[in-house]
T-cell receptor, first 108, second 115 residues
């Protein structure tokens, strides 16, 4: 079966750095995506990794290790608006497998 | 504005009703998807369409019937649903080109309640 694991919930302080981990076991792999979803809203794309290494986009970075089935999303200089759920998704051809999401609470 | 619209945004229906959800993408993408999002559970892929052809049916009960008349429109027809089908139904689209896989753009979703 397909398995995507993320922590359920995390809390961090405004201005700090937080790392959200994702481990996966899937029958195939064509890339790993991170999405942000605010309560009551649609998921929005944050990052995509298909090769090992770090991808940086402003305050957000994502890392992938295919041999370890592991990824993380790094959020720097946290802002209150970063309070949301963060979804890890693995693509296998035209199928996407999502984790349950990590709810991030940013406190002042 | 994400370029993917869904109607209605909220729907309440009885178990014997027939209703349809509509999705439209204005991004020129060639692939469209239906997902179900229930509380505390992962997003579940239901159906995938590439160039109007259904390429994936993820063991979805027949009371859910998709329709894709063209690359820009996607429908989900609902019939004799169960209360456990109450969830947020999300539509998404992406541009798939050969071996290059691009991110999905999601619509705002339809919040469905089955009484």
């Amino acid at each position: 079966g397909q398995n995507i694991d993320q922590p359920t919930e995390m809390t961090a302080t405004e201005g700090a750095i937080v790392q959200i981990n994702c481990t996966y076991q899937t029958s195939g792999f064509n890339g790993l995506f991170w999405y942000q979803q605010h309560a009551g809203e649609a998921p929005t794309f944050l990052s995509y990794n298909v090769l090992d290494g770090l991808e940086e986009k402003g305050r957000f970075s994502s890392f992938l290790s295919r041999s370890k089935g592991y990824s993380y999303l790094l959020l720097k200089e946290l802002q209150m608006k970063d309070s949301a759920s963060y979804l890890c998704a693995v693509r296998n051809f035209n199928k996407f497998y999502f984790g349950s999401g990590t709810k991030l609470n940013v406190k002042p | 504005e994400t370029g993917v619209t869904q109607t209605p945004r909220h729907l309440v229906m009885g178990m014997t009703n027939k209703k349809s959800l509509k999705c439209e993408q204005h991004l020129g993408h060639n692939a469209m998807y239906w997902y179900k999002q229930s509380a505390k559970k992962p997003l579940e892929l239901m159906f995938v369409y590439n160039f109007k052809e259904q390429t994936e049916n993820n063991s979805v009960p027949s009371r859910f019937s998709p329709e894709c008349p063209n690359s820009s429109h996607l429908f989900l027809h609902l019939h004799t649903l169960q209360p456990e089908d109450s969830a947020l139904y999300l539509c998404a689209s992406s541009q798939d080109e050969g071996g290059s896989y691009n991110e999905q753009f999601f619509g705002p979703g339809t919040r469905l309640t089955v009484l």
